[in-house]
């Protein structure tokens, strides 16, 4: 009979060994893993990061007018960044966001905003910060940012 068992035995013992020096010995976990792992539970509850995140449903297409002719065509994609509870409010209300978002993106255009080096980081913060005042008339205080989640611009 304990010919039998010794060798279950054995492995039992061989398989916690193993399973032990593989958790003793696995590295600490790097802050950047630390970090990502928080980022990570955030997103999936959106009341302990404090923010909600709602992709706006169609691109924004942004004419850029010089000399009296369309030169370019500027796209972008908007996500707004409202308190947690306030999706539903951002999808109500999209029409009027976008016409507002739209007017803002035009003046933007009109005053040259999408010309040169358009992405340069001063001139974005500026139109995001535009799109946020415009959002805010629409959503009130539940309106946290306005996030330019992708812009390019094609010329004529």
């Known amino acids: 009979m304990l010919r039998k068992l010794l060798p279950i035995i054995l492995a039992l013992v061989g398989l916690g060994g193993g ?3 593989g958790l003793f010995l696995r590295p600490a976990p790097s802050p950047e893993d630390a970090v990502a792992a928080e980022e990570t539970a955030a997103a999936k509850d959106p009341q302990e990061g404090g923010q909600e995140y709602v992709k706006m449903n169609n691109q924004f297409v942004v004419p850029v007018v010089e000399k ?5 065509m500027v796209v972008l994609s908007l996500s707004v960044e409202v308190a947690p509870g306030n999706t539903e409010a951002v999808y ?4 009027k966001l976008r016409d507002v978002f739209l007017q803002v993106l035009f003046d933007h255009a009109n005053v040259g905003g999408f010309s040169g080096s358009f992405t340069d980081g001063s001139n974005l913060i500026s139109l995001r910060t535009s799109l946020k005042e415009a959002a805010g008339l629409i959503l ?3 309106v946290r940012d306005v996030l330019i989640t992708d812009i390019a611009r094609q010329d004529s």
């Open 19 to 21: 399973v032990g020096a």
């Open 92 to 95: 109500q209300r999209e029409p």
């Open 140 to 142: 009130g205080t539940s």
């Open 68 to 72: 009296g002719r369309v030169a370019a």
